[in-house]
């Protein structure tokens, strides 16, 4: 889910803001909000997690960055333990939320954050949004 601001505590997501999907080109501070849901038998094993922002044509967004131009995403490892007291087979939550900073992107076009476990994706692991238009405001 996009948001204002999004963060993980007591194993739970608390979200503000959420569930947009049209912003100004200037995008002010944001969020990408999940929960995963991992198989139990892939607990205590380490999952690679990451989100890449890419424009319409699903090529990556780059930035300026010290070293040159820097595509914009973000990667974690997601671990999960079997908790006490739940059946056999029950998926384990695994709530995660990461913040995305000011960006100046295209006015009018549309973009996604596109999610990727271990390497793979699907289509359906995009979350895309817009932006107005030039001189558009809500």
Not at 92 to 114: K, N, T
């Amino acid at each position: 889910m996009l948001c204002d601001y999004a963060t993980v505590a007591d194993g739970k997501l608390y979200i503000s803001g959420g569930g947009w999907s049209v912003t100004n080109a200037q995008v002010p501070a944001s969020a990408v909000a999940a929960k995963f849901e991992v198989p139990w038998t892939q607990a205590n094993q380490p999952i690679r997690i990451a989100f890449r922002l890419i424009d319409a044509d699903g090529a990556p967004v780059l930035l300026a960055g010290p070293q040159g131009p820097l595509p914009v995403g973000a990667e974690a490892v997601l671990e999960v333990s079997r908790p006490l007291g739940v059946p056999a087979g029950t998926p384990i939550d695994a709530p995660m939320a990461f913040g995305v900073p000011p960006l100046s992107l295209a006015a009018g076009r549309r973009f996604g954050w596109v999610l990727e476990v271990d390497g793979e994706t699907r289509e359906d692991w995009t979350l895309t949004f817009s932006t107005r238009p030039a001189g558009e405001h809500p």
